[in-house]
């Protein structure tokens, strides 16, 4: 069966944000490379747990692709700490409103759309159950 366009969409919105976090765990690498690293296991360390979490992104992306359930439960819960996280830095001086945006606004579209999703197949699943009872 065809995955929907809505479940492409949520899908691609992981995926875009398990890449971006790719991206950045390159620049922590070739920052690393380029000796401005303070501490060298910190470094290291931090590029692990961001490939980690790149990995994992990715790993729900492909779960909502799927269909599976675990992947829109743990994609919104991805999607709200970005936005938790967006959203703390409002308090920053100087206001980092790149930072912010890129946090906040996927975030937003991604948590819409696995809300709408979650919603879809809730709908669905009691519609198959509803006709097994018959």
């Known amino acids: 069966m065809r995955p929907s366009r809505l479940t492409i969409s949520a899908a691609s919105v992981?995926?875009?944000?398990?890449?971006?976090l790719l991206v950045i765990a390159l620049i922590e690498?070739?920052?690393?490379?380029?000796?401005?690293?303070?501490?060298?296991?910190?470094?290291?360390?931090?590029?692990?747990l961001t490939a980690i979490g790149a990995v994992g992104l990715g790993a729900l992306a492909f779960a909502?692709?799927?269909g599976r359930s675990f992947g829109r439960s743990g994609g919104m819960v991805v999607q709200i700490l970005a936005i938790l996280v967006g959203l703390s830095a409002l308090g920053v001086q100087p206001f980092p409103a790149a930072f912010v945006l890129s946090l906040v606004i996927p975030g937003a579209i991604g948590a819409v759309?696995?809300?709408?999703?979650?919603r879809r197949e809730g709908a669905e699943a009691r519609r198959r159950a509803d006709a097994g009872q018959d």
Request: hydrophobic share 65%.
């Open 64 to 66: 909502t692709f799927r």
């Open 113 to 118: 759309l696995l809300f709408l999703l979650a």
């Open 29 to 48: 690498v070739f920052g690393l490379s380029a000796g401005d690293a303070a501490s060298l296991p910190t470094a290291l360390g931090l590029i692990g």
């Open 14 to 20: 992981l995926a875009v944000e398990a890449a971006a």
